[in-house]
């Protein structure tokens, strides 16, 4: 079998293919691709028999390649994002996988793939619905919330919040202004309605906008401090590998 890794963070891109040889080692990884420009030139004149795509990359949506070329291979999708775009990866027959990847996921990928393929039971996707979805998508995130604040009802716009934390079972959302308040959603539910592109869950406890962002301080080469503006009491740290998800949502 053959494949194309088509991922603009080299250690990810790495990491996957050595899971990927892992899983069985007569897989070809016939190259890897680090943005839309170079995957549209590759694609157009070579033939492989399975792609793994990540969402974003440096130049661009990965979905602008589907725009410039024609593409029937099978695609499984990388993404670090668990909100919309697994609803419409399902809507569409599409497989993906969330990042950090995990082997055993992978392989239950590959292991689908495999068995669609021996009975001839792979169909095209619908790649065009799917760019709809996600250039459609921004205008459905949540803009404001409405606060109770004992008799009274304040409304906060998210451009007036640094980020979300929770804490004994309770979830809080911090101003700017470094005020807090409650909020009646967990952070489950925030990662649905928050635009991606300025909220990242940066880990079990906290969802942070990317301007509260004062400082990012490399401890190791597995794990990065992060310090927030407003601040907070309790260090925020980070493993290396979602560090790395980190660093391409602000290097968007």
């Known amino acids: 079998m053959k494949i194309v890794i088509i991922e603009d963070e080299k250690i990810l891109a790495n990491k996957l293919e050595q899971y990927i040889l892992e ?28 792609i793994f795509l990540d969402i974003h990359l440096s130049d661009g949506l990965s979905f ?15 993404t670090a994002y668990d909100q919309y775009a697994i609803k419409a990866f399902k809507n569409n027959g599409i497989d993906y996988l969330l990042k950090p990847i995990n082997i055993k996921e992978l392989k ?23 760019i709809e979805v996600f250039k459609n998508k921004s205008e459905s995130y949540k ?27 309770a979830v809080f959302l ?22 991606p592109e300025i909220f990242f869950r940066i ?5 942070i906008r990317i ?27 980070i493993t290396y590998q979602r560090s790395g998800a980190l660093k391409k949502w602000l290097n968007r």
Do not use: C, M
């Open 23 to 50: 899983i069985d080692e007569s897989i070809e990884v016939l190259a890897k691709i680090g943005t839309v420009r170079d995957a549209v030139d590759w694609l157009a004149k070579n033939l492989v028999d399975l």
């Open 64 to 78: 602008d390649i589907f725009e410039q070329v024609h593409i029937s291979t099978p695609v499984i999708f990388t």
């Open 108 to 130: 239950e990928s590959i292991d689908k793939f495999k068995e669609l393929y021996q009975h001839k039971e792979i169909s095209n996707p619908d790649f065009h619905a799917l």
């Open 143 to 169: 803009k404001r919330f409405t606060i109770n604040v004992g008799s009274k009802i304040k409304i906060i716009n998210t451009d007036d919040i640094a980020y979300f934390y929770s804490t004994n079972k």
């Open 174 to 195: 911090r101003t700017i202004n470094n005020k807090d308040y409650d909020v009646d959603y967990s952070l489950n539910k925030l990662e649905n309605i928050l635009d």
């Open 203 to 207: 880990n079990r406890k906290y969802i």
């Open 211 to 237: 301007q509260s962002i004062d400082k990012l301080i490399t401890l190791s080469k597995s794990r990065l401090l992060v310090k927030l503006n407003p601040p907070v009491a309790e260090d925020i740290i």
